[in-house]
């Protein structure tokens, strides 16, 4: 018997024109490039400027998704948008970027689960996909931190950067073997509300009328990342069958290179197999997945029946995985 699972059709991305390096940062808060290099991996990242936005930057990398997959919006059904920082309150980022695309058919919404909001779009669309309600979906994870970071703290600014990565998944029939069909084989999210405080931001619109500005307790999160990282993969194994070695790429949340490599010491999986692209993008958030995956299939590592695994921590805490045949 024939399943439906979500294939990845296109891969896209965007980012900001400017970029901006630890040295020009060190000349605006007490930081050095040696400090950012060896607690984080990150070298630079790219900031939004004028007119540049979530949505602008997320409609970008849908485009470019869409022409990689070789389809235009008439061939898409859903769009999905995990962000933190939307353009707007409302409508959402995704209605907007639907309406950019020309679209006036399907359905549009965002999806806030802040750095795992990547994530949890793709395992939203599959359901839709799946369950044959929908029929093609853009998955688009876009962020723009830095308009709320609080460019005077130097224990956060350093960490974030702008920019936006994009899928297109289309329902395919497969034969239903988890071992090899192609598509999103399993998806595992989970969150905790409990350690909200730890990484939130400071004001909001139903509380101050503000958007916040973005606070964290570093250790704290770095605490709790590596266990939850390597819990929601252990579902991900138990689901399939599959374990660490059967795996072709590691695309993990780009928050932090010590996380990345802790995680994947601790699930035994080798080092040329994780994509790691913080040290040019910093942390970006919902966008940090897609625009890792962009660039590891840009260059021709990650190819067609590749075993690919996601993961991301984020606020919340909120953490997630998704195993896909690519
Ligand atoms: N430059 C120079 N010194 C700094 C900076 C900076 N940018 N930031 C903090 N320091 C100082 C601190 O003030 C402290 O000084 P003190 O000892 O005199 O008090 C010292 O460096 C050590 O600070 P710690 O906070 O203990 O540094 P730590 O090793 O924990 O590294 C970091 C901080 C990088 C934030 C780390 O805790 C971390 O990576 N946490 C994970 C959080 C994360 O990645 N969040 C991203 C968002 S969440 C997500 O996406 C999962």
Redesign the pocket.
């Known amino acids: 018997m024939t399943i439906k699972r979500s294939v990845v059709l296109g891969v896209g991305s965007a980012l900001p024109a400017r970029v901006v390096t630890n040295a020009e940062l060190a000349e605006k808060?007490?930081?050095?490039d040696e400090?950012?290099v060896q607690?984080?991996g990150i070298r630079q990242r790219y900031i939004a400027g004028d007119g540049e936005t979530t949505s602008t930057l997320g409609l970008k990398a849908a485009q470019a998704a869409l022409a990689d997959a070789g389809l235009t919006s008439a061939d898409v059904d859903l769009v999905i948008v995990a962000t933190t920082t939307p353009d707007l309150t409302f409508p959402s980022t995704a209605t907007q970027i639907q309406a950019a695309l020309g679209m006036a058919h399907g359905a549009a919404f965002d999806v806030q689960a802040v750095?795992s909001g990547f994530i949890y779009g793709v395992t939203i669309a599959d359901k839709f996909l799946a369950s044959g309600s929908h029929r093609r979906a853009i998955v688009i994870g876009a962020d723009t931190l830095s308009r709320i970071v609080d460019w005077t703290d130097?224990?956060t600014c350093?960490?974030f950067g702008d920019g936006a990565g994009a899928v297109v998944l289309e329902a395919q029939d497969q034969p239903g073997d988890v071992k090899t069909d192609r598509g999103v084989l399993t998806t595992h999210i989970r969150s905790d509300g409990r350690h909200g405080s730890k990484?939130c931001t400071v004001g909001g619109p139903s509380s101050t009328g503000t958007v916040g500005t973005l606070t964290?307790e570093?250790?704290e999160?770095?605490k709790h990342?590596v266990g939850m990282i390597t819990d929601v993969i252990t579902d991900a194994y138990q689901a399939t069958g599959f374990s660490s070695g059967d795996l072709d790429w590691f695309v993990p949340?780009q928050?932090?290179k010590?996380?990345i490599d802790s995680s994947a010491d601790k699930l035994g999986i080798a080092p040329q197999k994780v994509v790691i692209t913080v040290a040019r993008h910093g942390?970006t958030?919902a966008a940090s997945i897609p625009l890792a995956l962009s660039v590891a299939y840009a260059d021709g590592r990650i190819k067609k029946g590749d075993l690919v695994m996601l993961e991301a921590?984020?606020?919340g805490f909120t953490w997630a995985s998704a195993l896909m045949r690519w």
Do not use: P
């Open positions: 808060v007490d930081t050095s400090w950012i607690r984080t750095c130097r224990t350093v960490l990484l964290m570093g250790k999160v770095f990342a949340h928050a932090n010590r996380i942390n958030s921590m984020g606020g």
